[in-house]
């Protein structure tokens, strides 16, 4: 099993030592699910920290083997000021990673899609009016952070009976800083004219790709990722949604070299290991 680079004591040591830094901090936590902190404010993007997937599918012909060790308990996570879900699948919205957020940090906002608010209150035992929602094209702001809905393709544009979208991408932006988390997505058309004006620094994005075999939707593949970064003139691309499901992953390799052929910055990160924003700046220096 892929140990991360960082967890449990280790891990919050250097959360709590990146406080002191300026600009903004990012982990990878595994799967989609990053951390990001910006002035002792903390944001938590689609985190999948428990084994629920693992024990739901035990003795199927479809096991959801972890690749990777967990990076930390969700519980010990105490200072998280906002958490989102881009959808719902269980890898994206699961009860056992945000049922102990929500007892360890009474005040978290919850950003899911309005598509998802009764099937994520139902899951979470909580009161709909509980959660934060959004829809594509609409902005929420809590915890200081401002949240815009964009479309996700998962592998196409769903909508509820009520035309709202059921798979969404996150645009987050704080102070002079722009992040844009793309939850579960596929290219589609007009897809980068919709980003280039959020004028993003960081993307995070999936590249899984898609097979028939796996029997679940498909994500970009490295060279998709790639490609949208560049085309949205993102400043930095990271990769994610590999390495926790032996049936469902890719290596990342194809993503670093189409990013280097394009000439498209990009970090690979491992598991619990923290990227700063200070490197934007030492590569426009």
Partial sequence: MIRPLLAGDAFLADVAAARRH????????GQSGFLLQWQGRHLLLDPYLS??????????????????????????????????SSHDHTDHLDADTLGPLLGANPRL???VPEADRDVAAQRLHV???RLTVVDAG????AGGFRIAAVPAAHEEIERDERGRCRHLGYVVRFGAFTVHHAGDCVPYEGQAERLRPFAVDVAL?????????RRVPGNFSGEEAARLAHEIGARLVVPCHYEMFA?????????????????QR??????????????????SA
Avoid at 68 to 82: I, K, Q, S, W
Avoid at 138 to 141: A, I, K, L
Avoid at 205 to 213: F, S, T
């Fill in 127 to 129: 009161d709909p009016s």
């Fill in 266 to 283: 990009c970090r690979v990160l491992r598991a619990g290991e923290r990227w700063t924003s200070a490197e934007l700046e030492d590569a």
């Fill in 109 to 111: 906002a919850v950003v």
């Fill in 205 to 213: 994005l999936p590249i899984n790709g898609r097979a028939p075999q």
């Fill in 22 to 29: 300026p600009g903004f901090r990012l982990w990878w936590l």
């Fill in 138 to 141: 609409g902005e929420v702001e």
């Fill in 51 to 84: 084994d629920s997937l693992t024990r739901k599918y035990a003795g199927t012909d479809k096991p959801h083997v972890r690749m990777t060790e967990r990076v930390v308990a969700p519980e010990r996570l105490d200072f998280v000021d906002v958490v989102t």
């Fill in 247 to 263: 049936f469902n992953t890719a290596s990342p390799e194809a993503f670093v070299a189409e990013a280097r052929r394009l000439g």
